[in-house]
Protein backbone atom coordinates (compact mmCIF):
# COMPACT_ATOMS: atom_id res chain seq x y z
CA UNK A 1 0.00 0.00 0.00
CA UNK A 2 2.93 2.40 0.71
CA UNK A 3 4.38 1.69 -2.44
CA UNK A 4 0.79 2.83 -4.01
CA UNK A 5 0.44 5.89 -1.95
CA UNK A 6 4.29 6.75 -3.36
CA UNK A 7 3.08 6.62 -6.81
CA UNK A 8 0.17 8.54 -6.47
CA UNK A 9 2.45 11.19 -4.94
CA UNK A 10 4.64 11.05 -7.76
CA UNK A 11 1.87 11.72 -10.15
CA UNK A 12 0.39 14.59 -8.76
CA UNK A 13 4.14 15.76 -8.57
CA UNK A 14 4.01 15.57 -12.01
CA UNK A 15 1.08 16.90 -13.02
CA UNK A 16 2.00 19.73 -10.31
CA UNK A 17 5.22 20.36 -12.27
CA UNK A 18 3.50 20.62 -15.92
CA UNK A 19 0.33 21.85 -15.53
CA UNK A 20 -0.74 25.73 -14.65
CA UNK A 21 -0.33 26.96 -11.16
CA UNK A 22 -3.04 25.09 -9.78
CA UNK A 23 -2.86 23.91 -5.65
CA UNK A 24 -3.16 20.19 -6.37
CA UNK A 25 -3.10 18.53 -3.22
CA UNK A 26 -5.02 15.21 -1.56
CA UNK A 27 -6.21 14.83 1.72
CA UNK A 28 -4.27 12.97 3.68
CA UNK A 29 -7.62 11.20 4.64
CA UNK A 30 -7.89 9.77 1.04
CA UNK A 31 -4.45 8.48 1.19
CA UNK A 32 -4.41 6.99 4.32
CA UNK A 33 -8.02 5.33 4.76
CA UNK A 34 -8.51 5.10 1.24
CA UNK A 35 -5.61 4.59 -1.34
CA UNK A 36 -3.19 2.86 1.68
CA UNK A 37 -6.57 0.60 2.36
CA UNK A 38 -6.35 -0.58 -1.19
CA UNK A 39 -10.21 1.36 -1.57
CA UNK A 40 -11.94 3.28 -3.93
CA UNK A 41 -11.39 6.93 -4.27
CA UNK A 42 -15.44 6.40 -5.22
CA UNK A 43 -15.53 5.55 -1.49
CA UNK A 44 -13.87 8.84 -0.14
CA UNK A 45 -16.06 10.73 -1.94
CA UNK A 46 -19.54 8.68 -0.94
CA UNK A 47 -17.89 9.50 2.71
CA UNK A 48 -17.14 13.43 2.27
CA UNK A 49 -20.59 13.66 0.98
CA UNK A 50 -22.17 11.97 3.98
CA UNK A 51 -20.14 14.25 6.36
CA UNK A 52 -20.71 17.08 4.23
CA UNK A 53 -25.10 16.48 4.60
CA UNK A 54 -24.39 15.66 8.20
CA UNK A 55 -22.64 19.26 8.75
CA UNK A 56 -25.15 20.74 6.96
CA UNK A 57 -27.99 19.03 8.55
CA UNK A 58 -26.34 20.45 12.14
CA UNK A 59 -26.15 23.72 11.14
CA UNK A 60 -29.53 24.23 9.60
CA UNK A 61 -30.62 22.79 13.52
CA UNK A 62 -28.46 25.27 15.24
CA UNK A 63 -29.99 28.12 12.91
CA UNK A 64 -32.83 27.18 13.98
CA UNK A 65 -32.63 27.16 17.30
CA UNK A 66 -31.17 30.29 17.20
CA UNK A 67 -34.45 31.76 15.64
CA UNK A 68 -36.50 30.18 18.10
CA UNK A 69 -34.39 31.77 20.85
CA UNK A 70 -34.45 35.03 19.08
CA UNK A 71 -38.16 34.87 18.86
CA UNK A 72 -38.82 33.82 22.35
CA UNK A 73 -35.98 36.28 23.51
CA UNK A 74 -38.20 39.16 21.42
CA UNK A 75 -41.59 38.15 23.16
CA UNK A 76 -40.12 37.93 26.54
CA UNK A 77 -38.65 41.78 25.52
CA UNK A 78 -42.49 42.47 24.37
CA UNK A 79 -44.30 41.34 27.49
CA UNK A 80 -41.80 43.02 30.02
CA UNK A 81 -42.46 46.51 27.80
CA UNK A 82 -46.40 45.73 28.09
CA UNK A 83 -45.86 44.99 31.91
CA UNK A 84 -44.32 48.55 32.78
CA UNK A 85 -45.92 50.58 30.33
CA UNK A 86 -49.21 49.07 32.23
CA UNK A 87 -47.68 49.62 35.79
CA UNK A 88 -46.61 53.24 34.67
CA UNK A 89 -50.75 54.35 34.73
Excluded: H, I, W, Y
Amino acid sequence: PRARSARLVNCMEGLRSVSCPADLRLPMRLVEEFVDADRSPDDFTVAMRKLVEAVEAGGRAKSDALASLAAQVEAAGADAASSSSGADR
